[in-house]
């Protein structure tokens, strides 16, 4: 059986000894020692949780003024430099620049206009020369044909020498080695007329302005070699 324990009491206070105050259950105290509770923030009136007490000046805004200010600068330069190119102010001698510009712009079309023009009448210049021989060469098989047979070929119509129906494809190859076609064909083309005792040929210059070209309709220059005509234009290409 278990004995019990006599109860022991607290020994008696001696007179004169300060008697101490109970604990208190504040929570200013805890097991470890007294400690101070930090004041709470006050919620602001307008429950829309804490705010700081000063507030932040804006960021970027500075930067936003230096662009502005570049842009402005970019504008009315180009606006003064458009004005004085147009020639509506004197920008102190700015203006060379652009009339310099100007002329070597006009001097560059014109330069290209010439060579262009130099170029057409060169090719018009070949061509009408290669005509003109071309001519004399069926001329010279001609007369060598009438020699052979007293009588040119015979062609009541015109006739042109691209058209395998052609008459002169008579000279081929005894007097010719091969009939010669505009340089142009079919646009333009040689043309054949006799009668047996005379012919005529025929060939469209190009270049209005050659002195052997006759005017027929306001439009057309034709070359014309006859057998009674005088060519100076000559080739040896015959046979």
Do not use: H
Request: aromatic share 8%; with cysteine; hydrophobic share 25%.
């Amino acid at each position: 059986m278990n004995q019990q324990q006599p109860l022991q009491t607290p020994p008696p206070q001696q007179p004169g000894t300060p008697v101490s105050p109970p604990a208190s259950p504040n929570r200013g105290e805890s097991q470890g020692g007294p400690f101070e509770t930090p004041p709470m923030a006050e919620p602001n009136s307008g429950g829309q949780g804490f705010q700081p007490t000063s507030a932040e000046p804006p960021r970027g805004g500075g930067k936003t003024w230096i662009l502005i200010v570049i842009l402005l600068v970019f504008l009315i330069a180009g606006g003064l430099v458009f004005t004085s190119w147009m020639g509506w102010i004197s920008l102190g001698g700015l203006e060379k620049y652009w009339k310099k510009t100007e002329t070597a712009n006009t001097t560059q079309e014109t330069t290209q206009t010439t060579s262009t023009s130099n170029t057409n009448t060169y090719t018009a210049n070949a061509n009408d020369s290669t005509r003109k021989i071309d001519l004399s060469n069926i001329k010279t098989a001609l007369k060598k044909y009438y020699q052979a047979n007293q009588s040119y070929p015979v062609a009541t119509t015109s006739q042109k020498t691209l058209d395998p129906s052609c008459v002169l494809t008579k000279l081929v190859p005894n007097d010719l080695a091969k009939l010669p076609v505009d340089p142009l064909s079919p646009t333009y083309y040689y043309a054949y007329t006799s009668d047996g005792k005379t012919f005529e040929l025929t060939a469209v210059l190009e270049d209005n302005t050659d002195p052997a070209g006759i005017k027929v309709n306001e439009t057309l220059y034709i070359y014309k070699v006859t057998d009674s005509s005088t060519e100076t234009t000559s080739s040896s290409t015959t046979e």
